[in-house]
């Protein structure tokens, strides 16, 4: 089991009116297998049911090891402009999972879209990562973790 | 990799306080909406667009490697991802 953490901040912007606006976000920990098989430093991510490939900003793509499958692949969002796009390529990365209690995932091979740019978040997303473990949600008792789903015997 | 458990050194600690640290309140969205902040000793030390420009200055202004500083994407709060 790896214990994932809420983050809550109210936040009140000219973006929208001052409204106040809640943001809710599941945050995991995550450290990749670099070329010389050493482990990256542990980064913050975001976990994003909705996103159906991870996404990694080009600092940290650079620095772990990868299988390229695809060059200059657009990642887009809620907007599908070509403006709105992010050039990325499409490859193959190695990272585990942790926590604060020192549990970890194994090392999992997962596609990732790795950004041309740093100027979007680390996300982890389904291919891979979510779609083998049980996402437990229960933001009203602060709890949430992934876990393991058994193998049938 | 077998999921054997150890304590946590007080440098890791340190590490993962700050890799947890979400600031006060909503300064962090009200200052750093789409870019990089490293964190040390729950204090921002640097920040920027450039993660590696932002690893390398708070480097330099703590005398920490690179790897042992915390750094975390700020979003920008219309992003519904």
Redesign the interface.
Known sequence: MINL?F?T?????E??GYVP?K?IRL?A?VRFLKADNSLS????A?V?T??HTSTI????WKEIKFTTKTEDAWLS??NDRPECRVLSSIADVEG?LLD????????LQFSSFLTKT??????LGVAGILENYRLHWDYQSNIAYLQKKRKKQ | MPNRKRKFTKKEKQYLEDLNYDGEGDEFYSKYQNMWIAVVNKQVVAYGEDLHEVEEEASRKTGKPQEEIAVQFIESIGSVF
């Open positions: 953490r983050k901040k109210l936040v009140t912007s973006q929208y606006t943001i945050i920990k430093k542990a980064y913050r975001l994003d909705g996103a900003p080009a600092t940290i969002g809620i585990l604060d209690e020192n549990n970890h995932t194994k090392l740093d100027r979007t978040p680390l996300l």
